[in-house]
């Protein structure tokens, strides 16, 4: 019998464990839509996060504007989401790296002339952390966490009370989407020293533009 063998064996043997006591804590509920997203933009922008709300109509026109308001003339989009169209409309006039290939063809461009990352989101649940999960469309693009700010498109709708409630909405247990990450503010570390700093890991910027359906 291989050690692998004998340890498996020991642990179907083991007795059943013992049951945890149950405890008082509950996972925050909200009442209605408005306080959900009072409590995530209030926790998200705590975290030094930055809010732009906009209506789904004027996605396209509102992003531009705050493209150029922060001279973000370079940036890199994966393919496809629910705003591809709007937001290729506001990338319009500006450099657009769609990562493609094979990664060594362009780091460079991505690393050292991209200003922004932009992807789309799976939803926000404003606890624990507050995070949203972001799902990167182009697999192999790590591109969000390489330029300065990591712009984040996220259905106002799709707010749910808690990462459970998330993840039981997606059906998750069902069909765990790939390469998920959760994010909650802009890249930070107190390593040095204990003086906190931002972008040593990651952007040091968060925008996350909150799209209204109507």
Known sequence: MSSKEAILNRLRGAATPIAHAPHGWQP???EDDNARRERFVGMITASHAEILTVKEANLARDLATWLDGEGVTHLA???GGRWQAAVAAACA???VLTPAGEFAGWKDDLFDVCQAGITHCRGPSPIPGPSYCCR???S???YPWCPPCHIALLAASTIADNLAGLVAAGRWQQAMPTNLLLVSGPSKTA???QTLAYGAHGPSRLLVVLVEDC
């Open 136 to 138: 990167m469309v182009a």
């Open 28 to 30: 925050w509920r909200g």
């Open 93 to 95: 006039g500006r450099s």
């Open 191 to 193: 390593d040095i020293q």
């Open 77 to 79: 989009c994966g393919q």
């Open 140 to 142: 192999r693009a790590p």
